[in-house]
Nanobody, 121 residues
Framework: QVQLVESGGGLVQPGGSLRLSCAAS????????MAWYRQAPGLERELVAEITGGGSSRYSDSVKGRFTISRDNAKNTADLQMNSLKPEDTAVYYC???????????????WGQGTQVTVSS
């Protein structure tokens, strides 16, 4: 079993910054990828940013240039640095990950419970 736990969400003013962290724990041998998604009320969940164990990343156009995803393979964590936050960034942010759980190649894929980010004056 692998668990993903998000932290760092909260209330921030427009233009402010937050740093979200996702920590994976359990039987993990390596990271395939970790990603951040978000879901605003009434909307579908969307990919915000994704990073592979090798460090390749991609972003939603709406956050590119403002958000930065990073990872620590040794700690099995992924952070999302969110700068210049806008009210439209308000959503529940979910961590998503695919991890290798043995040396043969088995993988685990799952989601964290989500953390609320609210951007408001």
């Amino acid at each position: 079993q692998v668990q993903l736990v998000e932290s760092g969400g909260g209330l921030v003013q427009p233009g402010g910054s937050l740093r979200l962290s996702c920590a994976a724990s359990g039987r993990i041998t390596s990271m395939n990828f970790m990603a951040w998604y978000r879901q605003a009320p009434g909307l579908e969940r969307e990919l915000v940013a994704e990073i592979t164990g090798g460090g390749s990343s991609r972003y939603s156009d709406s956050v590119k240039g403002r958000f930065t995803i990073s990872r620590d393979n040794a700690k099995n964590t992924a952070d999302l640095q969110m700068n210049s936050l806008k009210p439209e960034d308000t959503a529940v942010y979910y961590c998503n990950a695919e991890m290798r759980i043995d040396w043969v190649g088995s993988t685990w894929h799952g989601w964290g419970q989500g953390t609320q980010v609210t951007v408001s004056s």
